[in-house]
């Protein structure tokens, strides 16, 4: 199973930017999709994350409002839609699935992609 993001260029400050994960392998290889994201020097944390059986949503307070998450199982991808975006959303984004919940706890999910940088320019 392999995850792989993109989507990712330069974005100045109150733009939009759309990231998409596609899963590649032999099943869909978890209940929840997340995205997470990591800024130089500081911990990997959670953005949104989606049951991909009943479509649930959560996302992290500084995201709420702004960012959507959505996936599309006929097509094995995942999407993060990011509006009214910050210079602090600058960072890695991550696309990760795991089989327990959305609580964004790193080791609940268990296949990472590769990350895609999206910076935003003030």
């Known amino acids: 199973v392999r995850l792989v993001e993109s989507g990712a260029d330069p974005v100045q400050y109150g733009g939009s930017q759309r990231l998409l994960c596609v899963v590649f392998g032999n099943h869909y290889p978890a209940n929840y999709l997340a995205w997470f994201r990591q800024a130089p020097g500081q911990e990997r944390e959670g953005v949104a994350c989606?049951?991909?059986?009943?479509?649930?949503?959560t996302y992290t307070d500084p995201v709420k409002g702004r960012f959507t998450i959505s996936r599309d199982n006929s097509k094995n991808m995942v999407e993060l839609q990011m509006n009214s975006l910050k210079p602090e959303d600058t960072a890695m984004y991550y696309c990760?699935?795991?089989?327990?919940?959305?609580?964004?706890?790193?080791?609940?999910?268990?296949?990472w992609g590769q990350g895609t940088q999206v910076t935003v320019s003030s």
């Open positions: 990760a699935g795991g089989w327990i919940s959305c609580g964004f706890i790193l080791t609940d999910f268990h296949f």
């Open positions: 989606i049951n991909s059986a009943t479509g649930v949503t």
